[in-house]
């Protein structure tokens, strides 16, 4: 796999990281079924779909979200979390065309360069503004 690959898919996954915890109350992370269900809101409307296990397959690594998806949010997202998750994770997704709205999306990038190879390692929250 290449190595931008695995650069793009360590930034998706600390963006939902840190936007699961920004979502979060207290010390205690969103929920990966609550967090697909406040992107659902945006997406229903638009004939799309998003499940918990898709949030978490972004966060471990498994998958990418599709820019389709991401660019909808970005669309049709409220000024708020979901619309800063959306222009990081765009961001992340595709780094010569967009830069990140908030320091999650940069920290996020800059850590991507990090090479961690394809294994997660334990989030460092020094790298996510939360």
């Not at 205690?28 to 799309?48: G, H, M, N, T, W």
């Not at 498994?62 to 669309?75: E, S």
């Amino acid at each position: 796999m290449p190595e931008y690959i695995f650069r793009t898919k360590r930034a998706v996954a600390d963006i939902v990281f840190a936007y699961r915890h920004v979502a979060g109350d207290g010390n205690k992370p969103l929920s990966y079924r609550d967090f697909a269900a406040s992107l659902r809101e945006i997406l229903v409307p638009q004939d799309k779909n998003l499940s918990h296990q898709t949030i978490k397959n972004w966060e471990d690594r498994v998958h990418l979200p599709r820019a389709y998806y991401v660019t909808t949010l970005v669309l049709h997202a409220p000024n708020d979390w979901r619309k800063d998750f959306a222009e990081d994770t765009l961001a992340a997704l595709h780094p010569d065309d967009y830069k990140p709205s908030t320091d999650i999306g940069r920290r996020a990038l800059q850590r991507s360069l990090m090479d961690t190879g394809p294994i997660k390692l334990r989030y460092d929250t020094s790298y996510i503004n939360l």
